[in-house]
């Protein structure tokens, strides 16, 4: 189980991010020491139309691609609209404070301090990693997805 008492925060960009500046953000966070999770959240970008005349026809989109965050790659199938972040302790906030502070310079954005990932097991994240499931993947299971969140590891 995770530690209930680790900070998370919340990174609210004003617009939604295309792939670039997705990918250079993430890697921006990525080399700060303290992160324990990170999750992108948005709206979808499926492969095929969901609903309407036009379902289950191709739906071609620029903005679903692959990133390359640290050493993986990651298929990105959302538009970013938040980061959210899981840190060791609350030094580390003023930090990605000061990385946002330097990257957000074309529009605003918002860092909210809270809670935004679950803590605890959900019936989600047994049916999909088991009783013994590495904890810092609690929370991050997409029940309607067929595949495994992608797990950066930092180099020890």
């Known amino acids: 189980m995770t530690k209930a008492e680790l900070p998370q925060v919340r990174i609210v960009p004003l617009r939604m991010l295309k792939p670039e500046t997705t990918e250079r953000l993430l890697n921006t966070l990525a080399g ?58 609350s030094s580390v906030i003023e930090e990605i404070r000061s990385h946002c502070d330097d990257f957000f310079t074309e529009f605003p954005y918002q860092l909210q301090e809270g809670r935004f990932m679950k803590t605890a097991p959900t019936l989600v994240d047994y049916a999909k990693f088991g009783p013994d499931a590495d904890t810092t993947l609690i929370g991050l299971a997409d029940p309607r997805s067929g595949e495994d969140p992608v797990v950066i590891r930092r180099g020890q």
Not at 45 to 50: C, D, I, M, Q, S
């Open 32 to 89: 700060i020491a303290g992160i324990r999770r990170m999750m992108i959240h948005g709206p979808g970008l499926p492969a095929t139309v969901p609903y309407g005349p036009a379902r289950g026809s191709p739906n071609p989109h620029s903005d679903r691609r692959a990133i390359h965050v640290g050493d993986a790659e990651i298929a990105l199938r959302i538009q970013a609209g938040e980061v959210i972040l899981e840190v060791e302790d």
